[in-house]
């Protein structure tokens, strides 16, 4: 699968067998060795009451920021992000969101929502499209090849990585 091409994904989880969550995705891009988004992350720090602080990635690494589009293709609301359900990999080596780092998504989620398009995070129903990211630390320098969407509600079980599919980036 290349980047900006759609691909459907049916998330399974024991609490939805009878009517799984059904989405098609596109990766639009990944931006790395930048700073976090300067009005995300003002607005987020502006609806705690904090000032705005400047997040910085851990020590020799660099944030990478994947924005993706989701769209319900199911038969209900469903809800939906990139929390262990994702990785973005360089080569083999595979780098999920810490909590810090998911945290930063959810920044993410908010300040789109609050901007009038809603992302999965906050449940989307059937047709529905909206903005999805996820932020990863990667080390400083080196670039993403692919991403990995699982299928599952977890990049890996106790039966190892769940089924989903791999998208090259450009």
Not at 72 to 99: C, E, F, H, P
Not at 112 to 133: C, I, K, M, Y
Request: aromatic share 8%; charged share 15%.
């Amino acid at each position: 699968m290349q980047q900006g091409k759609p691909f459907e994904v049916t998330v399974l989880a024991s609490n939805t067998a009878d009517d799984p969550a059904r989405w098609r995705f596109t990766v639009d891009r990944v931006v790395c060795g930048k700073p976090l988004d300067p009005a995300v992350m003002a607005h987020a720090a502006q609806s705690v009451g904090a000032p705005t602080a400047t997040p910085a990635p851990e020590t020799g690494k660099q944030f990478c920021v994947l924005s993706m589009q989701a769209v319900n293709v199911g038969k209900s609301m469903a809800v939906w992000n990139a929390d262990n359900t994702v990785s973005l990999n360089v080569g083999d080596i595979r780098y999920t969101q810490s909590q810090k780092d998911s945290s930063y998504s959810s920044d993410y989620a908010q300040y789109w929502n609050d901007r009038g398009e809603v992302a999965p995070t906050f449940g989307l129903n059937p047709g529905s499209q909206g903005p999805v990211h996820g932020v990863f630390q990667i080390p400083a320098g080196d670039k993403p090849t692919s991403v990995w969407v699982t299928s599952g509600t977890a990049i890996e079980t106790i039966d190892g990585a769940e089924p989903g599919h791999l998208v090259l980036l450009k």
